[in-house]
């Protein structure tokens, strides 16, 4: 079946830093989701990412849905400690209802 | 973003009972709700489909019989685990994906379910 890759799986940043996670797939997909997750709560939206090329802040955050689609980025700028949790890319397959989910990668910030 | 809720946010069952996980998406109608379950640090692993009015659709390995989903009207679906064991123990949640948002799937907020 289709598969995410997300890397870096952990980071350990101190607070002010900035942070780059990615996602790759072997596949194409049509919309680019990322998510956070803090504990025992459900995935937030936090950007969502809809054609080729697109690059889409909110606040700190910036995304962009790479050019050959099977890859997407979240960059978030001057990490502060409620940025803490697990982030989440997603992506949509053509056509598809169901979600694919990268392995997620665990933010940790050092005050 | 669209608001989905779950009911309960935790349950405490023993081994052999039943427990029903409510999912209802208060603003707007979810043609389509998604059931995850989550295991501690790991990603979200789809377990069924469920579309309004039709049975669900599961994924490999996934047991209907055990997991019994409904979703008899445009806001809220549920998902029956049947004879609880330990190793159902987990975190369960739902997404609504339908006359909101572009493509999105909202989640709701989860429940942890914990067999003795």
């Known amino acids: 079946g289709q598969q995410l890759n997300q890397s870096p799986q952990s980071m350990f940043i101190q607070e002010g830093e900035d942070v780059s996670m990615n996602c790759t797939s072997s596949?194409?997909?049509?919309?680019w989701l990322w998510y956070k997750q803090d504990p025992g709560e459900g995935p937030v939206l936090l950007i969502a990412l809809y054609k080729a090329g697109e690059l889409t802040s909110n606040g700190r955050l910036t995304a962009q849905f790479g050019i050959t689609r099977k890859d997407s980025f979240l960059n978030i700028s001057a990490s502060i400690p409620s940025d803490v949790g697990i982030y989440f890319c997603a992506g949509l397959p053509q056509g598809a209802q169901k979600l694919v989910f990268g392995q997620g990668t665990r933010l940790t910030i050092n005050p | 973003g669209a608001v989905v809720s779950q009911h309960p946010s935790w349950v405490i069952c023993k081994s052999g009972t039943s427990v029903k996980i409510e999912c209802r998406s208060l603003?707007?109608?979810?043609?389509?709700m998604f059931w995850y379950r989550q295991f501690p640090k790991q990603s979200l692993m789809l377990m069924a489909t469920s579309n309004e009015g039709s049975k669900a659709t599961y994924e490999q390995g996934v047991e209907k019989d055990k997991f019994l989903i409904n979703h008899a009207s445009l806001t809220l679906s549920t998902l029956t685990v049947t004879s609880a064991h330990p190793e159902d123990s987990s975190f369960y949640i739902c997404?609504?994906?339908?006359?909101?948002?572009?493509?999105?799937?909202?989640f709701g907020p989860g429940t942890r379910l914990t067999v003795l």
């Open positions: 603003d707007f109608q979810a043609t389509t």
């Open positions: 596949s194409i997909f049509n919309t």
């Open positions: 997404s609504a994906f339908g006359t909101k948002g572009n493509n999105e799937q909202f």
